[in-house]
Every structure is written in structure tokens, then in C-alpha cells.
């Protein structure tokens, strides 16, 4: 994989919402690669290559779409908080994408490092239009490499 190329880490235990998330990316012109993960569990091995993800060849830019509310005992929160808080991965742009508008997990959220924290609208075409939004920030974003050891 090139070192300029970016893959986008949709990391969502809702298939229907990594499917508009694909689908509603490319619509805007996103034509990085896309990996989904249904659990934060996978999201750290991937990141950290270990598990199912260990030995994987030389990877490019990083950047991931995390929702908070996942099964399995890891949590959007703590994938967020074990990366930003590692100097290998703390550079990894992180955007909260879930339907948790509590004002204090936003707080919490941008506390531990997250980028971007957006909301999921409910309602169809608001989600649509929202993911819209995100591909034009996505499309002129800079994404950093992570470290060397890492990536």
C-alpha cells in the first residue's frame, strides 16, 4: 500500500450503519480504502496488529470512524482512550460517529483526544446528509503517519 494512501477504520457493531457509511463515502467522493470492525476489541488488535492482525505488512495512513455503544466489553471510549494515550497511535485522527449526544460524553470524548465528534442523526436522510458533511471534511483532511514501528 502506497504511503500516502489512507484507510478509513469504521469501527460500528451496526452493519446497516458501516453500509451507509461506505455507501454514503464514496457518494462524496471518498475513494480511500474502508475496513469495518464490529467491536473495540478488534479495533485495538488491528491498530496495534495483534490477534487475527499481527505479522500484516506495511501499512499506510490511518484514520477511524469509532462509535461509542459496542459490545464485548471494549467500548468506543476505551479504543479511544488506549490509542491517544499510546505514543504510537496518539497522531491517528479519530472521529466519534454515534447517536450519544450526552453533553458530558462529548466532553469526555474530546478530553481523551478525539478529532471530530459527530452525532448520528436518527432519521434517514439526516443520517445521509451528515455523512455527506463528513466526506467533504474527510476529502480535504491531512491524515499523519503513524509511527514507523506501527504503521
Known amino acids: 500500500m502506497a504511503e500516502d494512501s489512507v484507510t478509513i477504520l469504521i469501527v460500528d457493531d451496526d452493519p446497516g450503519h458501516v453500509e451507509l457509511l461506505r455507501r454514503n463515502l464514496r457518494r462524496t467522493g471518498i475513494e480511500h480504502r474502508t475496513e469495518a470492525l ?7 488488535d488491528y491498530v496495534f496488529r495483534r490477534g487475527a492482525y499481527a505479522g500484516g505488512g ?12 459496542m459490545p464485548g466489553g471494549v467500548d468506543g471510549v476505551e479504543v479511544l482512550r488506549q ?31 478525539c478529532n471530530v465528534y459527530v452525532t448520528k442523526p436518527v432519521a434517514p436522510e439526516a443520517f445521509v446528509n451528515t455523512v455527506a458533511g463528513l466526506g467533504q471534511l474527510l476529502s480535504i483532511a491531512r491524515v499523519p503517519l503513524a509511527d514507523a514501528r506501527r504503521a
Open 83 to 113: 490509542l491517544k494515550t499510546d505514543p504510537t497511535t496518539r497522531k491517528i485522527p479519530i472521529v466519534m460517529l454515534t447517536t450519544t449526544d450526552d453533553p458530558r460524553e462529548i466532553d469526555r470524548c474530546y478530553e481523551l483526544g
Open 58 to 69: 506495511k501499512r499506510g495512513k490511518l484514520l477511524l470512524l469509532l462509535d461509542i455503544n
Open 38 to 44: 464490529g467491536d473495540g476489541s478488534s479495533a485495538l
